[in-house]
């Protein structure tokens, strides 16, 4: 059965997505340990490979922009740790947490700070909205896999 995250648990969840080139770094442990040590619980973790089709769908609100082919070669180009994290005030809590999407301009001791390569290659996806931490959980999670 799917996962149909409710209106209700706005504001308390943010989806993540640790990314390629973060994943091929072996920094997965340390960024969850971050995330854990900021107050978030996980209430669902998986390690996946985004297929070209899943890519370009979770992305497709940047369809027209010119980075769009080079994000989507990025996101398949190997595993990534999609998670549902679970906070009060999630979204807002998260982006402080995770840091500017250009590592260089991302405030000490953010995860992009630590781990992102670059802005292409910065380490962590965070969902930007509480409508859109729904959308995303649900794309990532069936209802079996949320805890």
Sequence with gaps: MPLKIKQKMSGKI???MIKPDAVKNGHIGNILADITTAG?????LKLTQL???DAELFY????????FGELVDF???????????E?????EEFRNLIGATNPQEAAEGTIRQKY?????ANAIHGSDSDENAIIEANFHFS???VY
């Design 14 to 16: 943010t989806l993540t």
């Design 60 to 67: 497709s609100v940047h369809k027209e922009r010119p980075f």
């Design 87 to 91: 906070k009060n005030n999630a979204i």
């Design 75 to 85: 996101m398949i180009s190997g595993p990534i740790v999609a998670a549902i994290l």
């Design 51 to 53: 297929s070209r089709r």
């Design 143 to 145: 209802g079996r896999e």
């Design 116 to 120: 992102a390569e670059s802005i292409a």
């Design 40 to 44: 978030f619980g996980i209430k669902a």
